[in-house]
T-cell receptor, first 116, second 108 residues
Framework: EAQVTQNPRYLITVTGKKLTVTCSQNMNHEYMSWYRQDPGLGLRQIYYSMNVEVTDKGDVPEGYKVSRKEKRNFPLILESPSPNQTSLYFC???????????????FGEGSRLTVL | KNEVEQSPQNLTAQEGEFITINCSYSVGISALHWLQQHPGGGIVSLFMLSSGKKKHGRLIATINIQEKHSSLHITASHPRDSAVYICAVGGSQGNLIFGKGTKLSVKP
């Protein structure tokens, strides 16, 4: 089944404790991206990747790191989480880098992160 | 001013009604997406448009590049259409900017 898988789905952690949210897709997609969703602010892009070893900052990259060492995986790293990173996080992928061509976006189920 | 504006923010309709959700943007784009988010939180892509009009079942999406405006129409609305509908515009570099969403509630 074609899917984007995020883990963990739910996490409560404490300030400063490094964590990684994994994202994996099984569709051989070139484009992958991370978003956070907050009440009143909607979805905002954190980082995106047009292909392996190519990553770019979105609108809110501060406090986050990413890597794209292989096509299927795009982990989101919070080196020193802070309470303002409490949010709902989504990973998405697309066959063709946006916006060229028929780049339908496929989203993971979301990861709800709470930083105390 | 937000770069992507959706209207209305909230919409309540009776089952069977024709629904229109609007999206206006102020930046240059290469494509526009309509997304659906159900109360459980999952997000599904409905359409990606770069010009003209697309139709899928009871859903129709249009875009006017010159006017920087897109509309999502739902014909013969049903309670299962209740969700948040999100417009997102894509730049040429791979970045995406989202509207804040329109919360639709369809009453039986």
């Amino acid at each position: 089944e074609a899917q984007v898988t995020q883990n963990p789905r739910y996490l409560i952690t404490v300030t400063g404790k490094k964590l990684t949210v994994t994202c994996s897709q099984n569709m051989n997609h070139e484009y992958m991206s991370w978003y956070r969703q907050d009440p009143g602010l909607g979805l905002r892009q954190i980082y995106y990747s047009m292909n392996v070893e190519v990553t770019d900052k979105g609108d809110v990259p501060e406090g986050y790191k990413v890597s794209r060492k292989e096509k299927r995986n795009f982990p989101l790293i919070l080196e020193s989480p802070s309470p303002n990173q409490t949010s709902l996080y989504f990973c998405a992928s697309s066959l063709i880098p946006q916006p060229i061509g028929n780049g339908e976006l496929f989203f993971g189920e979301g990861s709800r992160l709470t930083v105390l | 001013k937000n770069e992507v504006e959706q209207s209305p923010q909230n919409l309540t309709a009776q089952e069977g009604e024709f629904i229109t959700i609007n999206c206006s943007y102020s930046v240059g784009i290469s494509a526009l997406h309509w997304l659906q988010q159900h109360p459980g939180g999952g997000i599904v892509s409905l359409f990606m448009l770069s010009s003209g009009k697309k139709k899928h079942g009871r859903l129709i999406a249009t875009i006017n590049i010159q006017e920087k405006h897109s509309s999502l129409h739902i014909t013969a609305s049903h309670p299962r259409d209740s969700a948040v509908y999100i417009c997102a515009v894509g730049g040429s570099q791979g970045n995406l900017i989202f509207g804040k969403g329109t919360k639709l509630s369809v009453k039986p």
